[in-house]
């Protein structure tokens, strides 16, 4: 049904790559730090693709050379982060259970729609894991939604291996089991190695092997990854479909250096993720109803305001579709269940910045920090506000006002004519700019002035 | 505002209940009063008695002696919502007979389920009154009726128990049916219509007959009464309005091209594609309802009749002064009604308009604005206290009053 | 006794049958027990039932010894009135329902009745000793239920009962019209209509007129709350005498159940079902709604032992078992209680029944022993003497 499919992500970016010596200034805003205090009429200044400095704008002297957003009016803030995605990618479930040597870098398609939406909803850092029906999944790694290559996107490789509890086929207990043998198998793996390798330092100690030989033998290619989390050198992204799972998932934490991946309904575990006392990921769904089997009475239940009240950390997620696909969505649904807004906000910001070892790299507007920021039209937990600008690394990388899938639904001229062929392969512009759209459709729909934008 | 004293809010509202049920006057203070269909009313005034509203308006606002007062400060009070297309409140399957593709003279009132979980989800989202149709598996599905989402009694929840005769266009009225190519036919699927082709065919035999009964009964003698017909026979008369859905472009058109044919009041239900025939629906004059603005895809099975929903469709509608209606309609994807306005209000329509758009709007093309809708004198004191402003994503509803009772949140 | 024309044809096996029982039937019984329920609410300590021709012939405690009568002494146990099914298909749902139509009021489940069922056999283990054969619930209109007895003649006391109709989801075929509620409503309401005012006619019309009369009752198998109230709207618009069967969510539409007079027989009581469910009896009586168990036979005393558990007291819960299944059935002047005149139609427990540790000892019908034993010991003439002076 999807007819934007041919528009690539390509037709979305307008703007120049930047050299190395451009300087930023993002003025006139009300910045929102995340980290500290909120500042009106205030400067962001990037320099050299880091955040250089941030003040009140009659403070900072903005220099000559410096290209200016003019941000008057709106919001500045940092991108969001996601703590745990499997967007973007080319099929991301391994059939095979036990495959911890991949990595997500050979799934992730630059030009799939979820990064073009990612831009879209202002999110800056995603970090793309295998999916959750794979025993040991691979590598993840973490990507800024733009670029035309896998490298260029790349943010942080090597951020973990996932691992998932979700049962497939044979049932709850025997994925436990899988996932036990696995791991012990790892071990034994890694105590042969070192016996080996013990007994040859041994044996040249003794003389019975040439003094110049050395210990060549690496660990197995395939196994290394594997190694690495039980040596805890390395996180593991578990994903934990249910509260049955939890106590598990608990005991693998003691010998892991374990991140929970949530499953929706887990708001029974909450008291087990206190003792945990560690930063969670939650999924999408955050709001749900579950019945009451004697009174047939709906219930209406909010793991993020459970976990609030528990004191435990936690990083949100956006769903790869409907209203969960939108920040302001999942904030507002915090916020009206009852969750503080700055912990809302921070639950896709600083929280899951930290849990990827990026929290003085991402996730706030902090002199130093990279330069990435959302600038909005409004307040980012009202519907009514839109992403206007995404600045990454200090480049600009979307504009509203040149982003043709807005264009295209919320064009004026809507003349049969207008629509895309179905299913017309190659034609990113045929629809919305050969149709001579001026008035930039997106700025104009909330009846603002067109932007300015650059 | 803390979490502590929006919890009180409810408390207060609970031990006025018993107060309301006598009669005796209840005066919420302090909100801004979104009245529906009017400006909005800062540190407003609602006075409630016996089921009805008394009096709304500014500061000024006289309140009767001895009435109990509810401190609404920081509060919005909006009239109670109404989904002009509800699905549910019944199991979709009692909503769709399928023994026969017309059958006009069936109830939707009598299959509906007053516990229906459905109703306490929507009750507690703010929507006090909804208009629940047939379903949309028959060309010619039934008469719609329009209940309260909550009451004392079942029978008292009725406002109307026939609203509306819905006409459904497109693939769907024909996916379950079979072709007859000989051999065994052994099921009742075995039937037209099996196209578009067909199902137009059946909606014109059937007003047709219908007509056609309608001259005849002047100075013939009467053809045998035939219930269906006879509800046909008073949407041709004007006395009923036919809702037809119709998604795309193609079944719009259609939809109305045969209510014009046969003279007939259409709305037209579902109209995703609305802005391509922008033209055709100012010219005929017809309400369009927008079921779920906020999904990306069609409803259901209906994806098949081709639809394509745009961002700007309800803001194009208000400008071109179509009257539309938010609805959640039959798409599993809707979100609570009010989430539906705020999208609407997210894709450029304004705040005042969105929000019209499931009170008085619906209200009106109902036939129920005597009772509900906006907030007046003499109404119904149908109307929800809203913790934000209702179009706030973080916007619950506090608490909501049916007939100036505060129905218990039980979630 | 009544019986079907089906009957007269199968007569001269069961006469065959009867010559065994003869016997007993013959002779006059007198049976004592330390408890002996006349009726829920009169319970006799010590008493005799006197039977004659399989009919209570006295009742009391003060039964004259006659030497001519067979004297039985249940020592200890209780003997109450057999309990009456007031809805039952007994493993002949398949010819219970003409599957083909949705619309059959005139057919009669009589004429499906087959007296050598084995599902028939074990009735009277579980103290049951009469059932009314019912359509089943996959017609909207099934037909007219038939009153059978599990004595050893096993005969069909009434073939002309109550209408059997049914808006519960067996009713709703996805094979034949109707296949919704709505559907199914209308085309009640439209039956009844036309009958009402002259416009059909035929054997059914026939049925639904006597129903729209009055002089017959309309059972309605309904179970959700929609099913429910569409029941009733046709039983208020059309003045139907209404018995709700199944009836799960009842006690949702309590006030009106109880506005129009509707009584309700209860499905089988499962103890891992909702306390709503299991509180149900409960408050029906509290509403003042006649109701009775029914559902399956070897269940029923449990589900009545359930009730109790669950707030009902017994003497409700009893009738429920005997009195209100044999009047929703038209037949308090035969069934469900012990007083003179009555079948002589009872179960012996060795304690109150409503315990579920109370065993059943024997059931008798029409004054023969159909299950269980005689007591080990006839009563001592002494004994008997003693009592006439008392």
């Not at chain 1, 390798?197 to 290394?224: H, I, M, N």
């Not at chain 1, 512009?429 to 149709?435: F, R, S």
């Not at chain 3, 046709?234 to 506005?259: C, E, M, N, T």
């Amino acid at each position: 049904m999807n007819r934007f499919l041919p528009i690539a992500t390509a037709a979305l970016l307008v703007a120049a790559p930047a050299t190395a010596q451009d300087v930023l200034a993002v003025k006139g805003g009300r910045v929102v730090t995340v980290t500290g205090p909120s500042i009106d009429d205030g400067v962001v200044l990037i320099q050299n693709g880091r955040i250089a400095r941030i003040a009140k704008a009659a403070d900072v002297e903005i220099p000559w050379t410096a290209k200016v957003i003019d941000a008057t009016g709106k919001v500045v803030m940092p991108t969001w982060v996601i703590a745990h995605s499997q967007g973007g990618q080319r099929g991301f479930n391994e059939n095979m259970q036990n495959v911890p040597w991949l990595s997500v870098a050979d799934a992730i398609d630059p030009a799939a729609l979820y990064f073009e939406e990612a831009l879209r909803s202002g999110v800056g850092t995603i970090h793309v894991l295998p999916g959750n029906q794979t025993l040991l999944g691979g590598s993840g790694m973490v990507v800024r939604p733009f670029g035309r290559t896998v490298e260029d996107m790349a943010v942080s490789a090597r951020t973990g291996i996932k691992l998932s509890l979700l049962a497939s086929g044979g049932g709850r207990l025997q994925q436990i089991r899988r996932l036990r043998r696995a791991l012990e198998d790892v071990r034994e793996y890694l105590a042969d190695y070192e016996r080996r390798k013990a007994e040859f330092e041994q044996e040249k100690a003794a003389g019975a092997v040439p003094a110049d030989k050395t210990w060549t033998e690496e660990l197995d290619r395939t196994k290394k990854p594997a190694c690495d989390l039980v040596q805890k050198k390395t996180k593991g992204w578990l994903f934990v479909p249910t509260v049955a799972e939890l106590e598990e998932a608990l005991r693998l934490c003691q010998q892991l250096d374990l991140v929970l991946v949530l499953g929706a309904n887990i708001d029974e575990g909450v008291p087990l993720l206190k003792r945990l006392g560690q930063p969670v990921v939650l999924d999408d769904e955050i709001e749900y109803f579950e019945t009451d089997e004697e009174t047939q009475k709906e219930r209406k239940v909010c793991p993020p305001k459970l976990l609030a009240d528990a004191g435990v950390p936690f990083a949100l997620s956006l769903g790869l579709g409907g209203p969960t696909s939108h920040p302001w969505w999942q904030l507002g649904t915090c916020v009206r269940n009852g969750v503080d807004r700055q912990r809302a906000i921070e639950a896709l910001t600083t929280v899951p910045a930290r849990l990827l070892g990026l929290g003085d790299q991402v996730g706030a507007l902090a002199e130093g920090m990279l330069g990435n920021l959302q600038i909005l039209t409004g307040d980012p937990l009202q519907a009514t506000s839109w992403v206007d600008t995404v600045v990454l690394d200090g480049e600009v990388v979307y504009e509203r006002s040149q982003d043709p899938k807005l264009k295209y639904l919320f064009a004026r001229d809507l003349a049969p004519a207008a629509k895309p062929a179905e299913g017309g392969g190659q034609t990113p512009k045929a629809g919305p700019e050969g149709n001579g759209d001026a008035t930039g459709g997106g700025a104009g729909a909330n009846g603002k002035p067109k932007d300015g934008g650059r | 505002m803390t979490v502590r004293t929006r919890w009180l809010v409810p408390a207060l509202l609970a031990s006025t209940a018993a107060l309301a049920a006598q009669g005796q006057a209840t005066a919420y203070l302090g909100a801004r009063i979104l009245p529906g269909g009017g400006p909005p009313i800062e540190n407003g005034v609602l006075v409630v008695a016996g089921g009805k509203i008394v009096a709304v308006g500014g500061q000024g606002t006289a309140v009767p002696a001895g009435a109990a007062t509810v401190d609404c400060a920081g509060r919005t009070i909006t009239p109670g919502l109404i989904d002009a297309s509800f699905r549910g409140g019944a199991a979709l399957a009692d909503l769709n007979e399928q023994g026969e593709e017309v059958t006009p003279h069936l109830r939707a009132l009598d299959c509906l389920d007053p516990d229906d979980p459905a109703f306490a989800r929507a009750l507690a989202a703010g929507v006090t009154t909804v208009h629940v149709m047939p379903g949309t598996r028959n060309v010619i599905g039934g008469l719609g009726c329009v209940v309260k989402t909550a009451g004392a009694e079942p029978a008292a929840r009725v406002l109307k128990d026939a609203a509306s005769l819905r006409i459904v266009m497109g693939a769907e009225p024909s996916m379950g049916n079979r072709a007859i190519r000989g051999g065994r036919v052994d099921s009742i699927y075995y039937r037209r219509p099996t196209t578009r082709m067909g199902v137009v065919w059946e909606v014109r035999k059937a007003f047709h007959d219908a007509r056609q009964a309608l001259e005849q009964s002047v100075g013939a003698a009467p053809s045998p009464p035939s219930p269906g017909r006879e509800v046909l026979a008073r949407v041709l008369r004007g006395e009923l309005t036919a809702y037809t859905t119709a998604r795309s472009e193609q079944d719009i058109r259609t939809a109305l091209r045969i209510a014009a044919e046969f003279g007939y009041q259409t709305v037209i239900d579902e109209a995703q594609d609305a802005y391509v025939v922008a033209d055709e629906l100012a010219a005929a004059k017809v309400t369009v309802l927008l079921g779920a603005p906020s999904a990306p895809q069609v409803a259901g099975p209906g994806s098949a009749d081709g639809a394509e929903p745009r961002y700007a469709t309800a803001r194009l509608l208000a400008e071109r002064g179509i009257p539309f209606v938010i609805t959640t309609g039959s798409n599993f994807a809707a979100l609570d009604l009010v989430r539906e306005a705020m999208f609407a209000a997210r894709n450029g329509m304004s705040v005042a308009q969105a929000l019209d758009a499931v009170t008085i709007a619906p209200a009106r093309l109902l036939g129920i604005d005597g009772r509900t809708g906006s907030l007046a004198p003499g109404k119904d004191a149908d109307f929800v206290v809203w913790s934000h402003d209702p179009l706030d994503p973080a916007a619950v509803a506090e608490s909501v009053h049916i007939d100036g009772n505060p129905v218990p949140a039980s979630r | 006794m009544k019986r079907s024309p089906t009957w007269a044809v199968l007569a001269p096996v069961c006469a065959a049958a009867a010559l065994c029982c003869r016997p007993a039937a013959a002779q006059d019984l007198l049976l004592q027990a330390r408890r002996i329920v006349i009726a829920a609410d009169t319970v006799l300590d010590d008493g005799r039932v006197l039977v004659r021709q399989g009919k209570v012939a006295y009742v009391g405690a003060d039964v004259p010894a006659e030497s001519r009568a067979r004297r039985l002494d249940y020592g200890d146990a209780t003997i109450v009135p057999g309990f009456v099914l007031a809805h039952a298909t007994l493993g002949q749902e398949r010819d219970l329902a003409e599957r083909a139509l949705p619309f059959t009021p005139d057919l009669r489940a009589a004429e499906a009745f087959d007296p050598w069922h084995k599902e028939l056999l074990p009735l009277p283990r579980h103290g049951i000793t009469a059932a009314a054969l019912s359509p089943a619930p996959t017609n909207v209109a099934g037909g007219i239920a038939a009153l059978v007895k599990t004595g050893r003649d096993r005969g069909v006391l009434g073939a002309d009962l109550h209408l059997m109709l049914s808006l519960a989801a067996p009713a709703r075929d996805p094979e034949r019209p109707p296949t919704s509620l709505m559907g199914a409503v209308d085309l009640l309401r439209r039956a009844f209509d036309a009958t009402q005012k002259g416009q059909a006619t035929g054997p059914d019309a026939a049925v639904l007129r006597q129903a729209l009369q009055g002089t017959r009752a309309v059972f309605v198998h309904a179970d959700t709350f929609a099913e429910l109230n569409a029941a009733l709207d046709l039983g208020r618009d059309f003045g139907l005498r209404l018995v709700l069967v199944s009836a799960r969510d009842a006690g949702k539409v309590l006030p009106r159940l109880a506005q129009q007079q509707a009584a309700v027989v209860l499905d089988t009581l499962q103890p891992e079902a909702r306390l709503a469910q299991l509180q149900l009896p409960t408050r029906l009586a509290e509403a003042g709604v006649p109701f009775c168990f029914a559902g399956r036979p070897e269940l029923l005393r449990r589900s009545a032992a359930l009730a109790v558990r669950h707030g009902l007291d017994r003497r409700t819960a009893l009738m429920a078992l005997t009195r209100v299944p044999a009047a929703l059935l038209d037949q308090t002047g035969s069934l469900g209680a012990l007083r003179q005149g009555c079948a002589a139609d009872f179960a012996v427990f060795t304690g109150d029944p409503l315990d579920l540790d109370s065993a059943h000892v024997a059931t008798w019908v029409d004054g023969a022993l159909v299950a269980g034993r005689e007591p080990a010991r006839t009563a001592a003439p002494a004994a008997a003497t003693a009592a006439g002076v008392r």
